[in-house]
Every structure is written in C-alpha cells, then in structure tokens.
C-alpha cells in the first residue's frame, strides 16, 4: 500500500480529493435538477434539508490540508482547467486561476487526451472548488512571497466568492442556499489579512477599508455565516490593535458578539485578542481569565507560535496582577529560547532589584518591542518596588529611608519616602512613617486567614470550575438522529416508520416465543 502511494502525484491527489467533494455534495445537485423521478428528487430534497453543507466542506478542508501542501501552481491551473466548465458559473474563476502558471506540457497532453475522450466537469461542487482553488493559489503565492499577486488575486475571490452567494440566495428554492461557501469564504478573508500583513508589516486598513469589512461582517451576521462572522470580528480587532487603537477595539468588542458554534482556533484567536485589549486597558483580572482560556483550549500539536505569543502576554499580566508565575513555565517544550527575557524580568521583578530591572528592559528593548509587550513591561517599575519594599519589611523591624533608597535603586530619601507612603496608603506594607527620624517602623504581621485574600483565592477558583464545566456541556453531542425524531413527532408520524433493523425484529420475536414456553 505504502508503494502504491508513494506513486500517486500532488496533482491526482487533489483530483481525487475534488472529486471526492462532488461526490458528497452530488445529491444537492440531484434536488436542484428536475431531471429525476419524483422518489429521487423527495429522496435528495430531504438529504438536503438534514444535511449542513458548510459542516460537509469543512470536514472536507480538514481531511484535504495534507493535499494543499503538497500541490503547485501549475497542478491548481490543471485541475482547474479540467474540472472547472468554461461555459459555467465558475469559469471567471478558472479563467483566473489558468492564468497564474503555465501548465507543462506533459500536464497538458493529458489533459487534451482526457478532454478528447469525455469532459467530466463539476456540477454540484463546481463553486466550492472555485473558491478553494483560488484560496489555494493565494496561499501559494504567498509562501513564494509573491505577495503583490496574492493580494490582487484575493480581492478577486472574495468578490467571486460573494457574487456566487448572492446568486444562490435569489435562485434557490429556500433550501441549502450557498453554505457550503461560508467556510471557504472566511478562508479567504483570512488569508487576505495574512497577504495584506506581508506587504507592509506593522501596515492597518484605512477607514474605507474597515467600513467595507464592517459591511461584510453585518452581511455574516444576518445569514449567520458563523464562520465569516467570526474570521471578520478577529480581523478587525488585530487591524485596531496594530493601529494602537485600543478604546475603539473595545469599543468592537462590547457591542459585538462572538458566535457559540464558531471553530476552536477561532476562538482562541478572539480570546487572545480580548486579552490583550483588557490588558492594555488595566483590567488584568479579566485579561488573564481570557489568556488562560486561550492556552487551555489552543492545539498542543501545532501552533507553537502562537501558544508562545499568549504565554507571553500572560506572564506580564501575571507580574501586573503580582503574581510571580511558576519556574516551570519558562522551561516548557519550545519555549525556553523565546521565554528567556521574560524570566530574566521576572526574577527581576520577584527579587524587587529596580537597577537589573531597567538593565533587563533596555537590553531586550527591541525583543519586547518586536513582540509587542513593551507598554505593558513598562507598567511593571512600580511592581518591581512594591515587592522590594515587601522583602524589606519581612527582613527589617526598622530601616532607614536612605537605606531603602539605596536597596531599591532610588533617587534619594526623599523619592523613597514617597514610595513607602504610598505603599502604606495602597496596602502593600503595614508599617508607619517617621519623617522628622528619617525611618520605616514596620508592624506586627497581619495573619492572612484574617483577610479577605482566601475568599478571594477560592472565589477564582470556583469561577474557573464552573467556566470548565459549562464549557464541557457546550461541547458535549447529542444522540445521534435525535433530530430526525424531533421532526417525525412534529409532523405525527411517531409510529409511523419502523426503526428496527431485521436483526432486532428476530431478536424481539425469539424472546416472545420463549416467554410463551
């Protein structure tokens, strides 16, 4: 087996996995065509109902990723050109993608050779593989940093791709409509963003721009396109943050709601986004329930880049709050390289040194920039102090001001006694200020069952027990046909319809005649 597939080409595989699509989505087609006997039309008319063409195709993405790896320019323009009809729907697309690369002639003799014995295009699949082959293409033209031609040939798709929906809206007879395209139509958005951040790093869409994905993000709304819905609501609010516009992606992100049904890497993407805006907006609290979220629910086979990117964040959200994250996180599996600032600030933060904090920040100042955490590392001066003033008073019943000045890398006694009195004010020591003596009098320690910071402690962790557990009734399945009893009692047809098999009807008969015996 292993040598017959070492035989079969990038090119037949993505024949066979076009095809396979047809193949699924061919009784659609069979309903749509009045070519049939009614029994058959009846049949497909009810596949269609209970189908979800847009569950289909992403089954299908998934089970084809391995197959778009593997293929080139030149065997997208080949299966276009023999599975895509000129005289069709889709031949603005194929006129497109023929267009890219020229196909080599021994992909094209056999192509002739085909034609000449029978033309077997698309009919039921002919715009999903449209839409995937161009998405295809642009994918491949940006790996080959041909960046220029994926951005014109993405706007191209998306306005093929959106013709296509509003076609299948007006001519549909109210069933299916054109949902299989939503899947691939936020696959195209997002690779836009991605060609669109390759031209011109650090670049945001101008107003005109922001107004259009606006405009197609309402348009997802109301045909609840969850996928688009979700791809356009992630887009938008990475496009405020480069823009450093942080009040306006909240302002985003309050009067719009994510989708429920929408796919897991899509909502780690908004989770990390809804982070990042609460953290830079001071609400660390919620800022690391929804960085948290984020590394739980993101794949651990893959993404590793994007897992470093929220550990990141949610290490200095740890400091902000201050709390010293574990030893353990830094030394994770690919993380050590990427992390080893972040622990070099923390240690610096832990220990109170103020001087090796400022050290470590202008010697990685160009790393934090890069990952786009400097802002907020640049709040964590103040916590570097309050946790050396925290160590002093755990070592000294009494210090002078200018002894603290000195520890803690101050200007001079004058700057430290500010430091302290507000200290004391925010509740992070317990001591008393003598400024004619010039010292620190630290009190007696305060038993921490007395405070409220158990209740508090306890409180985060119910709330994360109960956000796990009603994620995990989200995501539990239902029973099987469950659905299609719903509609049976609906239309009184419960007992109606037989649904034991032969081999249970035998079964329930032996065990009447040996009740009888």
């Known amino acids: ?189 997002r ?89 830079l907006r001071l609400e660390y609290t919620s800022a690391f329930s929804n960085l948290s979220q984020c590394l739980r629910k993101a794949p651990t086979n893959t993404g590793i880049g994007f897992r470093i990117a929220s550990q990141r964040l949610l290490i200095v959200v740890q400091l902000l709050m201050g709390e010293i994250p574990e030893r353990s996180i830094f030394y994770s599996e690919g993380m050590k390289g990427e992390l080893a600032p972040y622990m070099k600030i923390t240690q610096a933060v832990r220990r109170g040194d103020l001087a090796g904090f400022h050290e470590t920040v202008k010697h990685f100042s160009d790393r934090l920039k890069s990952d786009g955490t400097y802002t907020l590392i640049s709040r964590l001066a103040h916590s570097v102090v309050k946790a050396g003033l925290r160590r002093l008073n755990t070592s000294y019943s009494r210090i002078s001001l200018e002894d603290i000045a000195v520890r803690l890398g101050l200007a001079n006694a004058t700057s430290a006694e500010f430091v302290v009195s507000k200290a004391v004010r925010d509740g992070v020591i317990d001591a008393t200020i003598y400024h004619r003596e010039g010292y620190v009098q630290s009190h007696d320690l305060v038993d921490v069952y007395a405070t409220t910071e158990p209740m508090e402690a306890f409180h985060r962790r119910i709330a994360y027990c109960l956000t796990t557990h009603n994620d995990a009734v989200r995501s539990m399945r239902y029973p099987p046909d469950e659905y299609k009893r719903q509609l049976e009692a609906s239309r009184g047809m419960r007992g109606k319809k037989d649904d034991q098999t032969d081999e249970e009807k035998a079964q329930e008969l032996e065990d009447e005649l040996d009740d009888d015996y």
């Open 1 to 189: 087996m292993s040598e017959i597939e070492e035989v079969i080409s990038p090119q037949d595989k993505l024949v066979q996995a076009v095809n396979r699509l047809e193949r699924t989505l061919v009784s659609q087609s069979a309903f749509k065509s009045g070519e049939q006997n009614t029994d058959a039309v009846i049949e497909a008319a009810t596949t269609l109902i209970h189908s979800n063409p847009s569950k289909i195709v992403k089954r299908w993405l998934a089970t084809s990723s391995g197959t778009a790896s593997e293929a080139t320019l030149a065997d997208v323009s080949f299966v276009a050109k023999t599975k895509l009809n000129p005289m069709a729907t889709s031949a603005t697309g194929r006129d497109l993608l023929m267009q890219l690369s020229p196909i080599p002639e021994e992909m094209q003799t056999e192509g002739d050779a085909v034609e000449e014995i029978e033309p077997k295009y698309l009919e039921a699949a002919s715009r999903e593989v449209e839409s995937y082959l161009l998405s295809l293409a642009i994918r491949l033209l940006w790996r080959n940093k041909e960046s220029a031609k994926a951005l014109e040939l993405s706007i191209k798709a998306i306005q093929i791709t959106t013709l296509h929906m509003e076609e299948a809206s007006q001519n549909t007879y109210g069933v299916g409509k054109a949902n299989g395209l939503y899947p691939l139509l936020a696959r195209l958005y």
């Open 191 to 279: 690779y836009q963003s991605l060609v669109t951040e390759s031209c011109s790093p650090g670049f945001h869409l101008e107003h005109v721009q922001r107004g259009e994905l606006g405009i197609a993000h309402r348009t997802a709304v109301v045909r609840r396109d969850v996928d688009t819905q979700a791809t356009l609501l992630n887009i938008m609010l990475k496009d405020l943050l480069n823009a450093n516009q942080v009040e306006q992606a909240q302002q985003l992100l309050a009067n719009s709601s994510f989708p429920e049904t929408a796919s897991n890497n899509q909502l780690c993407r908004h989770l990390y986004y809804s982070g990042e805006i609460q953290a």
